[in-house]
Nanobody, 122 residues
Framework: VQLQASGGGLVQAGGSLRLSCAAS????????MGWFRQAPGKEREFVAA????????DYLDSVKGRFTISRDNAKNTVYLQMNSLKAEDTAVYYC????????????????WGQGTLVTVSS
């Protein structure tokens, strides 16, 4: 599986962005998908994950109610809608694919996209 993330950019605090992650391959729907982020000088952290059917989602506590992960298996794409953005959301965001159920750590994921930079100005 090859992943291509896009949609990052510069936004003011309180604004919104939608990240997309396009996957290649016919087995996209078999993978649980996740978003991670990494700010300068910090470790990569889990942001959100979604099951293969979309029926189950998990979120980092600090983004609950502001971010929404979704997927369209027909388009081989997973999305991260980010609303009410804060300066502390500034990071490179990565999408990833996992064959595990309920993956929430980087080691749980098998494939990674290249990352897209989100910068939130305060």
């Amino acid at each position: 599986v090859q992943l291509q993330a896009s949609g990052g950019g510069l936004v003011q605090a309180g604004g919104s962005l939608r990240l997309s992650c396009a996957a290649s391959g016919r087995t996209f729907s078999r993978y649980e998908m996740g978003w991670f982020r990494q700010a300068p000088g910090k470790e990569r952290e889990f942001v959100a994950a979604i099951s293969w059917s979309g029926s189950r989602t998990d979120y980092l506590d600090s983004v609950k109610g502001r971010f929404t992960i979704s997927r369209d298996n027909a388009k081989n794409t997973v999305y991260l809608q980010m609303n009410s953005l804060k300066a502390e959301d500034t990071a490179v965001y990565y999408c990833a694919a996992s064959r595990l159920v309920g993956p929430t750590t980087p080691n749980d994921y098998d494939y990674w996209g290249q990352g897209t930079l989100v910068t939130v100005s305060s």
